[in-house]
Nanobody, 124 residues
Framework: QVHLVESGGGLVQPGGSRRLSCTVSGFTLDAYTIAWFRQAPGKEREGISCFSTNDGATLYADSVKGRFTISGDNAKNTVYLQMNSLKSEDTAVYYC?????????????????WGKGTLVTVSS
């Protein structure tokens, strides 16, 4: 059974940094895409970054480009999202998800498995 568990959320001040982790278990496919999404209250779920375990390719939404960095540690079955220069508009529940087709996409409808999310609140 596939499980994705996010961690690292919490309260952070504007301009600060936070690193989120997504640990995957029960999944053996070598080549897939793991992505980070977020959903703010009253808004649609937004794809913000993805990482291909096949070739290490990454993709970022314009809203986080230059501030967020996605990376993976295959030995730990974990993907990270380093978030810098955080803004109040980054406040959201952050989810990780897997696309088993490895299509390097930020579309929620392409994801096959989801974690339950971790809340990041950016506020002074």
């Amino acid at each position: 059974q596939v499980h994705l568990v996010e961690s690292g959320g919490g309260l952070v001040q504007p301009g600060g940094s936070r690193r989120l982790s997504c640990t995957v278990s029960g999944f053996t496919l070598d080549a897939y895409t793991i992505a980070w999404f977020r959903q703010a209250p009253g808004k649609e779920r937004e794809g913000i970054s993805c990482f291909s375990t096949n070739d290490g390719a990454t993709l970022y939404a314009d809203s986080v480009k230059g501030r967020f960095t996605i990376s993976g540690d295959n030995a730990k079955n974990t993907v990270y999202l380093q978030m810098n220069s955080l803004k109040s508009e980054d406040t959201a529940v952050y989810y990780c998800a897997i696309d088993t087709w490895g299509s390097n996409t930020l579309s929620p409808s392409d994801m096959d498995y989801w974690g339950k999310g971790t809340l990041v609140t950016v506020s002074s």
